[in-house]
């Protein structure tokens, strides 16, 4: 694949992404990664440090799958909505096939009153592969934060 292609192809995934969890379709998200798959929301300083811990961890589908029919079914929260704004990928080595990329993200949460706030703010490292079907999906998505501080919501996918 050409860089701009690659480019292209990456934007659209980060933009179908950060639709799907902003209009409330999370039983879509896990069908973003690959059956075998890393997720992860750690902190900046955390990922400096090599720390393996996440604040929120999964390894396969599966658990991304079971993490949506948790929050639809065991947690209970103020109705509110998600913004992403996601920046273009910045395209690192090609290893074993996977596409390796770094993407600035902002995310806003706005109230049911109309509040809103920075709920997230920092980069996603990813590494990318086609499936069998030739659409790409996160073989790893590693969510790096720039902030310590977490809302007790951060539940959802970032």
Known sequence: MGDAETLFRLSGLNAAYAAAIDADRLEDWPSFFLEQCLYKVTTA??????????????????????????????????????????????????????????????????MRDGQMDLFAAGVYRDRVREDADGVLRFAERIVVCDSQRFDTLVAIPL
């Open 45 to 110: 300083e955390n990922f400096a440090r090599g720390y393996a811990a996440g604040i929120i961890f999964a390894d396969n589908r599966a658990m991304l799958a079971d993490r949506v029919v948790a929050l639809r079914g065991a947690n209970i929260y103020e109705r509110q909505r998600y913004r992403h704004v996601v920046g273009m990928p910045v395209l690192g080595p090609t290893e074993d096939g996977a596409i390796a990329a770094e993407t600035s993200f902002v995310i806003v949460r706005t």
